[in-house]
């Protein structure tokens, strides 16, 4: 006896007659089937151009998202709203004594650069190490590289890149954390360093800046969207170039400040509040235009 069926994970019954909302976070498996196993992928893409024709609406993450949505399967815009994740309140700039309390416990009381996401090929973490081993061939540093997350699949080249590091005691992983660790994490660390291959939108983006934490996050996809312009981007494929955002960051305070505080301006307009008025927007768009 439903009335409307919302989707979060973008899978629809077809058969059922229910009208639905597929949520589509991003299309990750058309770009980039290879990040992810072969079934899943195969599936992937089999179905989700038919959630898409076969919804009433689709709700998507960031601008980005829509319009690859519509170009990849041609749903019209019209069909489309935009409902950006949010920032849980938790997360918020140090407290005072924090950042030396957050790097004794995670870093020996060193400087660190902070990766935050699952490990899985298109979050490009074997990018992050070769330039992390480029920083610190060419600065005189002890920062550390800490990776915080869960393994998720294909994570061989990635436990590679970590094996065969010259800095491989100075690689950390975390593993899960809670939220709390994640905000104190962040709070403490020189810049969060995220570039990822693909990104339907970016949640530690937000949940750093948030916390006042710079950010050097790839080019493409989502992330200077949603980064609001407050963050160092560049290329995913281009170690080097991380490395120089990373020194950068060390070296400019005026800048780290910069984004710091404009990070800070750019996460308040991603709140689960303001998700919930747009995805119920996207559900009464839903309803009112049933037969």
Not at 197 to 217: D, H, K, M, S, Y
């Amino acid at each position: 006896g439903a009335g409307l069926f919302v989707a979060p994970d973008g899978i629809i019954p077809l058969r059922s007659g229910v009208p639905c909302i597929s949520v589509i976070h991003d299309l990750n498996h058309e770009h980039r089937p290879g990040d992810i196993p072969r079934h899943e992928s195969i599936y992937l893409r089999k179905w989700f151009p038919r959630f898409a024709a076969m919804a009433v609406r689709v709700a998507t993450v960031s601008e980005y998202s829509a319009e690859d949505i519509s170009a990849t399967y041609g749903t019209g815009k019209d069909k489309i709203d935009v409902v950006p994740n949010g920032v849980a309140d938790i997360f918020s700039p140090p407290l005072p004594g924090e950042v030396e309390e957050t790097r004794m416990q995670y870093s020996g009381g060193r400087p660190y650069f902070l990766f935050v996401s699952n490990f899985s090929p298109r979050k490009n973490v074997e990018t992050v190490i070769r330039a992390f081993e480029i920083f610190r061939d060419r600065n005189q540093s002890d920062h550390v590289l800490l990776l915080a997350g869960r393994k998720l699949y294909l994570t061989q080249e990635t436990d590679k890149a970590v094996r065969s590091s010259r800095y491989t005691g100075d690689i950390i992983f975390t593993g899960s954390l809670t939220r709390d660790a994640l905000r104190r994490l962040y709070g403490a660390a020189e810049a969060l360093t995220f570039v990822p291959w693909f990104e339907g939108f970016g949640i530690p983006v937000v949940e750093a800046q948030r916390c006042g934490t710079p950010c050097i996050l790839s080019d493409t996809s989502s992330l200077p969207e949603v980064s609001g312009g407050a963050a160092l981007c560049v290329s995913p494929s281009d170690a080097g170039a991380v490395a120089d955002a990373m020194a950068r960051l060390v070296s400019d305070e005026a800048l780290r400040r910069r984004l710091s505080e404009q990070g800070v301006k750019n996460s308040l307009r991603y709140t689960w509040e303001n998700a919930a008025t747009q995805m119920w927007n996207c559900i009464t768009k839903a309803m009112n235009n049933l037969p």
